[in-house]
């Protein structure tokens, strides 16, 4: 199984757990010799004295002490490495999203992500922690006890073994179509997890659309799968499991009567007979528990699968030689992208120079935010190119990519921490001051300082406690902080109100010169300074050129700029209450 390859950083760890559950199996066998010694005493021709059989059982005593304290320090030693191994594992998984596309993140929902990084990983606790300890104390018990036998006597070993055939046909019963059932059961508790977290996420849309009953039809639905799931398995294997762990551990079941049958017989001493039976008693339980492992990892090799299935997945070619742009001009060359099958960029070419502010404009869904998504790697562009300075950003490396690029996407997210640490995450170095210094120039500060905790406000879960148009701003906020030589901004729609558009167009005009800045807009008066506008159309560029240059030549931007324009005049009228 490739998870133990992940065990490998802290194998020490886990050395010491093998060595010390090991000697604890030894330790162990000493009392059933022990029990034998006094048996022995009895029936043989020695003087038993009481301080010979208070000897003997201190030593018991001791034996079954140092056993159980050697067990519990693997057990330690393994949690250890465990959870050393799990912490690992969620680092390199996390490591992992960072070098996916986000093509590839999104095709899970995040219930699906949850479902990998917290429960299954913490499955794998079970395998690391116990199976090394356990499982090790669970074959060689048996191991040694059955060497032991064989050596005191082969027919009592055979006997004792005589259960086994018998377990094994219910064990195999019991495993019958397991395969398909646990895949079964994987995918209704996935979707029970996707489910629960859209639940909870589309809370507010299903409360306004009062889809109450139909959202929550569709969450019991699939906890009451996922029960049945469980439940199907559990009644198909129940009868053979109680069968199987009822008769595997009852060794003495041969083992009494013939040893009975060849002491009488004169073939078996009445020592050897008694010591069988013993180490045949002691044999049963570590059997049965080696089976319960069996199937463990039967299930937990499924669900390393799937944490193995999101380690292979795609990630974001880099490649071995690298080089760095002179310059931070833009250009896209010939470009044609697909998210699926559909090209929703056809043939795109523009430049985008230093220095200067172009604006993409068109219909909702012409492409505008995919262009700027491509451009910052979220998806690798197989058509065409996109260069910074002339150098293919494949061939930039990823990290230096993001720094030179600052994206503000529609899409705000604001952690769940303290405006001031939202805003430093463009600088993490950032002191105090210059994260208020950005927060002035975005047009922020003002309404920042009227929150209790100012700087320090918490901007709740996703920034839930933040206005829309105060998340927009402090996102630019964080855009200015990081200083990158390349903006992006993809305006929403959403927030445009006149009073935060004048906000947002400060916030822009103090991003200082020598920058490339590329703004998606809506409202096309933000952009009418723009050095060149680009008219989207369908995936394709319809026009190109300054806002006056558009307005003669270009139909689609002349009549986009007719829209805006009664827009506006009726947002004043409706501010004037001429219209009610
Ligand atoms: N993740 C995605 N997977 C598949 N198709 C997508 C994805 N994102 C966008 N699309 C599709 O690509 C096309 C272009 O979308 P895009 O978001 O670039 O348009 P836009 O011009 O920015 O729209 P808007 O002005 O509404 O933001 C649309 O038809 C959209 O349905």
Same mark, same amino acid.
């Given at each position: ?18 060595? &010390? ?12 010799? &022990? ?124 006997? #004792? ?128 528990? &080696? ?166 406000? #918490? ?82 560029? #319809? ?38």
């Amino acid at each position: 199984m490739k998870i133990f390859s992940y065990a490998k950083d802290y194998k020490n760890k886990t050395y010491i757990s093998v060595v &010390l559950s090991t000697i604890s199996v030894f330790v162990g066998i000493i009392p059933y010799y &022990l029990v034998y010694k006094i048996i022995m005493a009895f029936v043989g021709d020695t003087h038993v004295t009481i301080n010979y059989i208070l000897m003997i059982s201190g030593f018991i005593l001791i034996s079954l002490l140092l056993k159980s304290l050697l067990f519990f320090m693997a057990m330690a030693a393994s949690h250890d490495a465990a959870y050393d191994t799990l912490m690992g594992m969620r680092k390199k998984l996390a490591d992992k999203m960072i070098k996916m596309p986000m093509g590839e993140i999104n095709k899970k929902s995040s219930g699906n992500f949850k479902n990998i990084f917290v429960d299954l990983i913490e499955e794998m606790e079970l395998i690391l922690a116990h199976m090394i300890p356990e499982g090790i104390s669970n074959l060689v018990v048996p191991l040694v006890v059955l060497v032991y036998l064989f050596i005191l006597d082969w027919r009592m070993a055979l006997l #004792s073994l005589g259960t086994i055939p018998l377990g094994m046909v219910m064990y195999k019963l019991m495993l019958r179509g397991a395969g398909e059932k646990i895949k079964q059961y994987f995918k209704a508790s996935n979707e029970m997890n996707s489910n629960i977290i859209e639940y909870i996420g589309g809370m507010e849309v299903i409360k306004i659309f009062n889809q109450t009953t139909t959202s929550f039809e569709k969450y019991t639905n699939s906890v009451k799968n996922y029960k049945k799931f469980t439940l199907d398995w559990y009644k198909q294997s129940w009868i053979y499991m109680t069968g199987f762990f009822t008769i595997v551990p009852c060794t003495m079941l041969f083992v009494a009567p013939f040893g009975a049958l060849f002491y009488t017989k004169g073939t078996l001493s009445l020592g050897t007979y008694v010591l069988c039976m013993l180490l045949s008693i002691g044999l049963g339980a570590p059997l049965t528990r &080696l089976a319960e492992f069996v199937e463990f990892t039967h299930m937990l090799t499924e669900k390393s699968k799937i944490i193995e299935d999101l380690f292979d997945s795609k990630e974001i070619v880099e490649k071995d030689m690298y080089k760095i742009p002179e310059n931070y001009d833009i250009s896209f060359n010939n470009v044609t992208f697909a998210y699926d099958k559909q090209d929703v960029l056809k043939g795109v070419s523009f430049k985008a120079k230093e220095n200067t502010v172009t604006a993409l404009v068109g219909e909702s869904g012409s492409g505008k935010s995919t262009l700027a998504k491509i451009l910052v790697r979220f998806w690798d562009v197989e058509k065409g190119g996109i260069r910074i300075g002339d150098v293919n950003i494949k061939d930039i490396p990823f990290e230096k990519l993001m720094d030179y690029i600052s994206y503000v996407s529609q899409d705000i997210y604001l952690f769940n921490t303290s405006i001031m640490e939202n805003i430093r995450m463009g600088k993490p170095n950032a002191t105090d001051e210059e994260v208020i210094q950005v927060a002035k120039l975005a047009q922020c500060h003002d309404f920042i300082i009227e929150f209790g905790d100012k700087y320090h406000t #918490s901007v709740g879960d996703t920034g839930n406690k933040l206005s829309g148009g105060q998340k927009q701003r402090i996102s630019i906020a964080r855009a200015l902080l990081k200083d990158a030589p390349i903006i992006i901004l993809d305006e929403a729609t959403a927030f445009t109100d006149p009073e935060n558009e004048d906000k947002i167009q400060e916030a822009l005009n103090s991003l200082t010169g020598g920058k490339t800045i590329i703004v998606i807009a809506h409202r096309l008066s933000t952009i009418t300074d723009a050095n060149n506008i680009i008219v989207m159309d369908k995936g394709k560029i #319809s026009a190109q050129g300054t806002h006056d240059k558009l307005l003669k030549k270009s139909k689609i931007y002349s009549s986009m700029w007719e829209a805006h324009t009664k827009a506006m005049d009726w947002d004043i009228k409706v501010k004037e209450n001429k219209i009610s």
